[in-house]
């Protein structure tokens, strides 16, 4: 009786799939991305803007690096802004400007928490432990616009200012962007709210975010 148990359960075995082997991790899920539902008439959003904040700071032989949340790092150059920025904490708010003044720095951080400002340029290299969690997903040529997606799903078509489109004709699929405030200055009062920071061309165009109605 023993003798046939072990049979018969030898048997079972050999016909079962060996199922330990099988077993694969489960896949992410992809993002369901919010599309623009898109009409023939739209207004301008001025309201949304994405404040950033501090990770860490690090200090180089004639410069510091200023490291993002959202995977920018920003070159300061100036010795009086490098001591600036060693009062600043994680805890800070930080808005990001194209600067209106030639002679400085190309972008300026403000530190809301302080009411300070430093000059930035962009650092040639990203932090390499966050991700840019903003991309292109498409250029409208024809429009001026280009769409962006997020990494929580949300979408953003942005209208590009006449005189800057040339700068995005060498733009592609999957570039990385940092949204900033356009300051008027005296010789561009243009009412475009946004700065679009190319994070791969190192380069920058004024925009508005369309909402469609």
């Known amino acids: 009786m023993l003798k046939n148990t072990l049979l018969i359960s030898t048997l079972c075995l050999a016909t079962m799939p060996f199922a330990f082997g099988q077993i694969t991790p489960a896949q992410p899920v992809p993002v369901a991305y919010a599309t623009p539902v898109y009409t023939d008439t739209w207004t301008y959003d001025t309201s949304a803007y994405f404040n950033r904040y501090t990770t860490r700071i690090t200090n180089h032989k004639g410069f510091s690096n ?82 962006l997606f997020d990494l929580f799903g949300n979408a953003y078509d942005m209208e590009i200012h006449t005189n800057d489109l040339h700068s995005v004709s060498n733009w592609s699929i999957g570039d990385c962007i940092v949204f900033g405030w356009n300051k008027p200055s005296a010789w561009d009062s243009t009412p475009y709210t946004y700065t679009l920071i190319n994070m791969n061309k190192s380069i920058s165009v004024r925009a508005n975010r369309r909402l469609y109605l």
Request: aromatic fraction near 14%; include cysteine; hydrophobic fraction near 30%.
């Open 66 to 147: 200023v490291y993002l949340d959202d995977g920018s790092v920003w070159k300061i150059d100036f010795t009086y802004d490098q001591k600036e920025i060693q009062k600043w904490t994680t805890a800070d708010t930080l808005y990001l400007y194209k600067s209106p003044y030639s002679y400085s720095s190309t972008y300026e951080l403000h530190n809301l928490n302080r009411n300070t400002c430093v000059d930035a340029e962009i650092s040639c290299s990203s932090d390499p432990a966050l991700t840019f969690y903003i991309e292109i997903s498409a250029i409208h040529t024809a429009e001026g616009v280009v769409t």
